[in-house]
């Protein structure tokens, strides 16, 4: 018999460690795989701006959740090194040097992230594929077609691979270093936490709100802006400083309520011992579940925000029409209306021209050159019903908006480029000017410049069709029939443009200007989401845009929801690895209560305290925090339904709460009964 | 008689909190080829340090240790890996085997770590598992003893590799009159029929009256010194006796 044939024979009769390790590491990259692969699939980047804010804030999550399911590798693999111990110190004892020691460990350490990681890896696709099909229940403006997004496959990969280097140096560290008579002895670890104090206990629990509170107030003062995600920090670090102090709690109790703490001594001293191992799980638990609860809630919002938005716009249809080839002007367009049922009122129409206008900025390197949309004087005061007057050198810029403090920063000259006669000219700005409720803020159009009839015309005069435009604005009767119609004008838009959308149809207009520029196009078939939200010839229905942006919103709160379920599966893991462990390494504390008299049901109690503190500390610390701070979010992104979402995420915390408190009795009742079984049953 | 073990003025303190706390204050004893000696003292008496410092575990502030003609305490790490797994047997309180091996590849471990050759190492078990009576439950796990078994596996692996000093940290302090009983008949057979030398750290005084020796410690010293001349009832009475006055003293 060899030491490999041992070795062999151990990870055979052991192989339900080896398992739950393996399937430890399985879930984790199989979860980071599926989200990415999802998150970086074009299916989802079509729906989700890859520049957008919801985008970014979904990458971010991502993030934070890799560092989750890290730290809950962590746990998984310091379990699997207890389970390993007894062997370890055998054959150090033995006197097999602790190189060979570390070696025969870390091969088994491979074994098990080669096949857990691998399958992690195979089970990410099928598993991200199953999530598609649920988001396409959603989904009626995509081809549907599921495509793999291999950046998640290859993150998932890198973090596979940094978690089983990371793992395999520390284990051939801590064995290295081992102390042979703790294992000999089975001692357990004490390691309090060092510099504890209650005080630092308050200042913790004040940072956090106060980092939110000040955060909300320097987000809307436009000089502090830049600094407000520094609160962010100061709150980060009063809930790292809160969570390492709770294990300190003793020392409040002991100084207030000195009978309480005689009571429960053997509690508290348990839990102080544990201040640096506690630390990192219960803080790291803690900001999943707020991640958790503020993700949902936050994103939930913006789209909360976006439907009232579309629901309170003031026209139901806005169509732009271009002045090329085979022309959708009101008569086809009331044609239309009346083959599906639907009578038109209140119609405006305003004629545009698409210019170049150089965006000119305190620091000139930055100025850049953007198209514009410019309408006559006439046409916008009988739309706005303002008495807006223009000179013939000059210009207005309008935005629909209630925002008078927009571009007050640009040091604008009025530099605009003729594409035709490729000629630069410059128009004076006269005012900026902001009102809500001329144009539908959700659509395509909802900014232009203003200028005289004289200086329009005459531009006009030079321009060809391609970039001339009229933008019809009306109500329609029987909102039921408003899709039938949208879609008989989307049928006709489509037609006129030879079944293409024009990527870069605006930014034709200043290709001179531009250091490279290609004609884009892409086929309408195929892209009708994009269509939807980008394509500024698609008609514009009220109705039909709360069902386009729904479903983009949907989407992206069911991919939230997938991020979070795996970010609060990941906390839950970690809090429950972590009360493994201690329950595991406080036998030996508990047996010598015993011996002094401990009776079962107060050993009970005192398991049940410590698994409470270790699951409630993260979810209530988790909860409250992400309540607060999406309410104070909420206020700085001066968000009209900041009650209705705080209440949804007292809600969303209420269901976290009950659901941990359903997990919790029964971890601990097994828990509770396990321990108490091998403490008493020993005797 | 070959000097087996020699200790010299050993000395070692810890340090917690900024506090120095002496644990061996110049303890000196040597071991001769064959003895059995069993070292007793109230709790914190330093005994189990001084088990650790012979074994090569701890390191010591001062003094000499040697084992055959090892220095302990002046040997690397790797060195005195290989010394215990080629003279140096060990049994431990909780037995120490491993769960997921039977009876007999417990007893193979220490000789395929020492990579003894397989020929050796089938015969070499074969007779330990004989000499000690638990050939019937070679093919057995851990799991399946009692307590008084799974000591006996434990001593035969600790001769397993015809170590030149096996020591014994409280190897009856979990084990019942019986098993205790059969333990100590182990390590007598050992020392007489295999001519073991057994250093044994022990609170028991029914144990430590079956050895040649018995080392008393107390604050970190050695204070007495027993020497086995009568019968054992009576050498038990003796050590029982010391054990009083070394409580009412402290």
């Known amino acids: 018999m060899t030491l490999n044939e041992i070795t062999r024979k151990l990870i055979r009769q052991n192989k339900s460690r080896y398992i739950l390790f393996g399937l430890s590491i399985c879930f984790a990259v199989a979860m980071a795989g599926a989200y990415g692969v999802l998150l970086f699939s074009r299916v989802i980047t079509d729906v989700l701006m890859t520049d957008g804010s919801t985008y970014l804030i979904s990458l971010g999550m991502y993030g934070i959740t890799m560092i989750g399911i890290v730290v809950f590798l962590f746990y998984a693999n310091a379990i699997y090194i207890q389970l390993q111990m007894r062997e370890i110190g055998v054959y150090l004892s033995l006197g097999l040097p602790s190189k060979s020691v570390g070696k025969i460990q870390n091969r088994q350490l491979d074994i098990t992230f080669l096949i857990g990681g691998a399958a992690g890896l195979v089970l990410a696709v099928p598993f991200s594929f199953g999530i ?54 089975s001692s357990s670890e004490c390691e309090e936490l060092k510099a504890a104090h209650p005080l630092l206990g308050i200042i913790g629990l004040t940072a956090v709100p106060l980092g939110l509170i000040l955060f909300n107030i320097t987000a809307v003062i436009y000089p502090l802006k830049n600094f407000s ?7 980060l670090i009063g809930m790292y400083i809160l969570t390492a102090q709770i294990t300190s709690m003793g020392s ?43 993700s949902i809630c936050f994103n939930g919002s913006i789209f909360l925000e976006l439907y009232y938005a579309i629901k309170e716009e003031p026209y139901d249809y806005a169509v732009l029409a271009g002045a090329s080839g085979e022309k959708l002007d009101e008569n086809r367009i009331r044609s ?41 004087v006439s046409d916008f005061n009988a739309l706005s019903g303002m008495n807006l007057s223009v000179p013939d050198d000059g210009y207005s810029y309008f935005q629909d908006s209630d925002d008078s403090m927009f571009q007050t920063c640009s040091e604008d000259r009025g530099l605009f480029y003729n594409p035709c006669i490729k000629e630069d000219f410059t128009l004076q700005r006269i005012e900026l000017v902001s009102k809500e409720s001329v144009l539908n803020e959700t659509a395509k159009i909802n900014s232009f410049a203003v200028v005289s009839d004289n200086t329009f015309y005459r531009i006009s005069d030079t321009l060809d069709s391609s970039y001339k435009m009229t933008y019809y604005l009306f109500h329609g009767s029987n909102t039921e029939n408003s899709s039938e119609f949208q879609k008989g004008l989307l049928a006709e838009i489509a037609a006129i443009n030879k079944g293409e959308i024009f990527v870069s149809w605006q930014d034709q207009v200043i290709k001179d200007k531009m250091g490279s520029y290609e004609d884009i196009y892409i086929p309408y078939d195929g892209n009708e989401l994009y269509a939807a939200r980008w394509w500024e010839f698609y008609p514009y229905a009220k109705q039909t845009e709360l069902d386009v942006q729904m479903e983009a919103g949907a ?12 970010s609060f599966v990941s906390a839950t893991m970690i809090m429950g690895l972590k009360i493994a462990g201690t329950i595991m390494q406080d036998t030996e504390s508990y047996k010598r209560a015993m011996y002094l008299g401990l009776k079962e049901n107060d050993l009970k109690k005192i398991i049940r305290k410590q698994i409470g503190l270790i699951y409630f500390f993260p979810v209530i610390c988790g909860c409250v925090t992400a309540s607060f701070m999406i309410n104070r979010f909420m206020e700085a992104s001066s968000a009209t339904r900041i009650l209705e979402i705080t209440l949804v995420a007292i809600g969303l915390s209420l269901i976290v709460f009950l659901i941990q408190l359903i997990l919790f009795f029964f971890l601990q009742k097994k828990l509770v009964l396990s321990t108490s079984g091998i403490i008493y049953e020993s005797r | 008689m070959e000097k087996i073990l020699s200790v010299s003025g050993l000395q070692k303190s810890y340090v917690t909190k900024g506090n120095t706390y002496p644990v061996l204050r110049g303890v000196s004893m040597e071991m001769d080829r064959g003895e059995f000696v069993a070292v007793m003292g109230p709790s914190g008496s330093g005994k189990t340090t001084l088990l650790n410092i012979v074994s090569g575990f701890l390191s010591a502030d001062s003094g000499q240790v040697k084992v055959g003609s090892v220095d302990m305490l002046h040997t690397g790490k790797e060195k005195q890996a290989e010394i215990r797994s080629g003279i140096l047997g060990f049994i431990f309180q909780d037995f120490m085997l491993i769960d997921g091996l039977t009876v007999q590849e417990n007893i193979f471990l220490p000789q395929i770590i020492a990579k003894k050759p397989a020929a050796d190492m089938e015969g070499k078990t074969r007779d330990l598992l004989c000499a000690f009576g638990i050939e019937d439950i070679s093919g057995k796990y851990p799991g399946e003893l009692s307590g008084g078994q799974k000591q006996r596996v434990a001593i035969a692996r600790a001769l397993s590799n015809e170590p030149l000093l096996i020591l014994a940290d409280e190897p009856t302090g979990n084990l019942d009159s019986k098993s205790s009983n059969a333990v100590i008949e182990a390590f007598l057979f050992a020392k007489e029929q295999l001519g073991a030398t057994v250093l044994m750290v022990t609170h028991d005084a029914i144990a430590a009256s079956h050895a040649d020796r018995v ?29 009083k006055i070394v409580e009412v003293g402290e």
């Open chain 1, 132 to 185: 598609w099909s649920l988001l396409s229940l959603f989904i009626s403006y995509t081809d549907g077609a599921f495509r793999v997004g291999e950046k998640g496959l290859l993150i998932a990969g890198g973090l596979w691979i940094l978690a089983w280097v990371i793992l395999r140096i520390r284990n051939a560290v801590h064995i290295a270093r081992l102390d042979v008579i703790r294992i000999l002895r």
């Open chain 1, 229 to 235: 995600v520094l609160f962010l920090g100061v709150s």
């Open chain 1, 252 to 294: 409040i109790v002991k100084r207030f309520f000195p009978n309480a703490y005689r009571k429960s001594i053997l509690f508290y001293n348990l839990v102080r011992q544990k201040g640096n191992q506690y630390t990192l799980s219960l803080f790291v638990s803690s900001l999943l579940i707020t991640l958790t609860v503020f």
């Open chain 1, 336 to 376: 239309f209306a009346e083959e599906s049922g639907i009578s038109l009122s209140e119609w405006h129409s305003l004629d545009m021209l698409l210019l170049g206008r150089e965006h000119q900025y305190m620091d000139a390197s930055r100025n850049e050159w953007s198209p514009e949309m410019v309408v006559n």
């Open chain 1, 555 to 566: 989407v992206y709160l069911i991919l939230i929801f997938f991020i979070a379920i795996i």
């Open chain 2, 215 to 243: 080392i008393a410690l107390s604050d970190g010293m050695v204070v007495r010194e027993l020497v086995r001349q009568k019968e054992q009832r009576q050498f038990m009475n003796d050590i029982l006796e010391f054990l």
